[in-house]
């Protein structure tokens, strides 16, 4: 897994940078994501971008969402990666991940640090220009050669001036949600959990003043019976959960997506249920919905209002049956893999 640096002493030059041309694309973004085409772009031939002598490498439409929370989903298996903003679909592009002997963990993780020049302390000074860190061992995005396979050591590489244009949208705590299975993309609707009294002798605590503003996730945990809302990568809440049965399995991110349902929600009975994105992490999650999770959780009531308040279009929701690796100082929001 690439490490990196900075520093005057780093400082080397990056012309000599290839990249190199992958495969055009296997299969449509419609054949991952069966839902309508409109929720995510409106021109029906997206403008595509090539770097120098290059094939086309990846879409960027950030006109379809001018503002919002950014979310970034790649996808192991295609070697694809998708950028959201305000839960619209606004870019995709080819990636190179990592080779055998040096995966890239599957996970949601938070960006912990930006830099636009960068260089690895384990592998000859190699520049990674527009890092964007997720972990503080050295798994990251940046820019680097595409061979059209995985063929890092665990870190991301993005066409360069792909790198670039997600470099200027992104921040601090920025979800980037790593998926290692084939599964499909789908469309949800629901809620998932429902509101109830406080739930045994540990009471909710909600303190949005810790970050007022930024990127929202959401992590219930089945394993621990928690449930932890990050803003900016930082704890903001967490309240007991009353698990009632539990059938689920694995781990599943989802992106709330802009517009609300007909549906009434089961968290606040007088709002609309929430339109999510589901995106399975790892090959044994089983297929997931929310509405029937809903039925068997329940969560204090003034906690599961404050949290549909803050789960504004672009949010993530994490659903897992693994312990919380979260807190007020949380890097890692919580990995498929453990980091080596």
């Not at 000859?124 to 890092?131: E, G, L």
């Not at 790198?163 to 599964?183: C, N, P, Q, R, Y």
């Not at 932890?228 to 309240?239: D, F, Y």
């Not at 929600?265 to 992490?281: M, Q, T, Y």
Request: charged residues 15%; contains cysteine; negative net charge.
């Amino acid at each position: 897994m690439t490490q990196v640096k900075s520093g005057p002493e780093a400082r080397r030059e990056t012309a000599d940078m290839t990249h190199q041309s992958i495969a055009a694309i296997g299969s449509s973004w419609l054949a991952l994501l069966a839902i309508p085409t409109c929720l995510f772009f409106s021109n029906p031939s997206p403008a595509l971008a090539s770097e120098p002598d290059q094939t086309p490498l990846y879409e960027w439409q950030p006109q379809l969402a001018p503002e919002g929370p950014v979310t970034i989903v790649v996808r192991i298996p295609q070697q694809t990666a998708y950028v959201y903003r305000n839960g619209v679909r606004i870019g995709r592009s080819h990636v190179s991940t990592g080779r055998p002997g040096y995966q890239t963990p599957a996970g949601v993780f938070a960006i912990l640090e930006k830099q636009r020049e960068h260089y690895s302390n384990l592998y000859d000074d190699a520049p990674m220009p527009y890092m964007q860190r997720l972990t503080w061992n050295g798994f990251a995005l940046h820019a680097g050669s595409l061979p059209g396979y995985p063929a890092s050591h665990g870190c991301i590489r993005l066409p360069y001036s792909f790198a670039e244009k997600l470099f200027a949208i992104t921040s601090k705590g920025t979800t980037v949600i790593v998926s290692d299975t084939t599964a499909p993309a789908a469309a949800a609707i629901g809620d998932p959990f429902r509101m109830a009294p406080v739930v045994g002798d540990r009471a909710a605590e909600w303190h949005p003043e810790r970050s007022a503003v930024g990127p929202v996730a959401v992590i219930l945990s089945l394993s621990d019976r928690e449930l932890v809302v990050l803003r900016n990568s930082l704890e903001i809440g967490r309240a007991p959960v009353a698990v009632f049965a539990n059938a689920w399995r694995g781990t599943h991110a989802y992106v709330r997506l802009p517009g609300d349902s007909i549906l009434p929600s089961s968290i606040v009975p007088d709002r609309p249920a929430l339109k999510w994105l589901e995106i399975p992490l790892t090959p044994d999650a089983a297929s997931a919905n929310l509405n029937v999770l809903a039925e068997s959780l329940q969560v204090d009531t003034g906690f599961a209002a404050q949290a549909y308040d803050v789960l504004a279009p672009g949010s993530t929701l994490i659903v897992t049956d693994e312990p919380i690796s979260a807190g007020p100082d949380t890097t890692l929001i919580l990995a498929g893999t453990p980091m080596p």
